[in-house]
């Protein structure tokens, strides 16, 4: 049984780099009402928060999330209405990849266990997607007569293409560490007992870039996904104007004339 003392999310910032845990080992970090809730919100307040510049999204125990906690979901099957099962997509799983995507600094995955379901699609959501060797992703969807969330129509063929992501959503197996490495799910794989140290220095590697340019890049490679070669070039003028006329650009054009490696602000 849960602690009831023990939130289910935990939201740490230290140094530029936010931190957010999913806290509910026993459960294989499943997905709960306030689970999701206080998953939205503190990815909401990443987002928001100018002094955070990169973003760690993980699990705790042997997991980094299994998506929908199905006990709640019988539950709210069963007639009860305030677990709000028949809004949670547009409520909560939505808002809360949204957040992922759309981040305006880069998301790092760090997927310390399985995922699966939910928690399959938030990983593949991130930037960055760096796995212990005993990790592995499940879109798990299919298998309890479910279509897909969480945005993995989306993101999925677009990791790793329309045919693949087809087979992997409707017929939902486990994709190991090393094989999500060869599909291109995953960003880097490395032991288990070196995750939390690889994720470290990727994450203040990205804390310590250019922030406004790591942003303007996402949003132009969103772009670009759903829109033709003169809107991706108009759309790619705009943010070169914006992070052109950044601090962070002087600062590195000064650098590299005077071979100095260039200290960035995110701004």
Not at 96 to 109: D, E, F, G, R, Y
Not at 112 to 125: E, L, R
Not at 199 to 210: C, N, T, Y
Not at 212 to 233: E, F, Q, T
Request: hydrophobic share 45%.
């Amino acid at each position: 049984m849960s602690d009831p003392d023990v939130q289910p999310v935990s939201y740490d910032v230290a140094d530029g780099i936010a931190t957010v845990r999913l806290r509910r080992p026993d459960a294989m970090n499943s997905l709960t009402l306030e689970t999701k809730v206080a998953l939205r919100d503190a990815l909401h307040a990443a987002a928001a928060d100018s002094a955070v510049r990169c973003v760690v999204l993980t699990g705790s125990g042997r997991a980094f999330c299994v998506g929908q906690d199905l006990q709640e979901h019988v539950a709210w099957l069963a007639g009860d209405e305030e677990l709000g099962g028949a809004t949670t997509v547009v409520d909560h799983y939505n808002p809360i990849v949204t957040a992922i995507a759309t981040m305006p600094k880069p998301v790092i995955a760090a997927v310390n266990g399985i995922a699966a379901g939910a928690g399959s699609s938030m990983a593949f959501a991130a930037d960055f997607r760096v796995l212990g060797r005993s990790a592995g992703f499940n879109t798990a969807f299919a298998a309890i007569a479910f279509s897909c969330d969480t945005g993995a129509s989306w993101t999925l063929p677009r990791l790793i293409g329309h045919a693949r992501a087809t087979d992997l959503l409707m017929r939902p197996r486990t994709v190991g560490a090393d094989e999500a490495l060869s599909l291109g799910l995953a960003t880097s794989v490395v032991d288990d007992e070196q995750l939390d140290a690889a994720v470290a220095e990727l994450a203040r590697e990205l804390a310590d870039g250019p922030t406004l340019a790591y942003g303007a890049i996402k949003r132009v490679l969103v772009h670009s996904a759903s829109h033709d070669l003169a809107s991706s070039l108009e759309q790619e003028g705009q943010k070169m104007a914006i992070t052109g006329a950044s601090s962070d650009h002087r600062v590195a054009v000064e650098a590299f004339l005077a071979k100095q490696k260039p200290v960035f602000t995110g701004r």
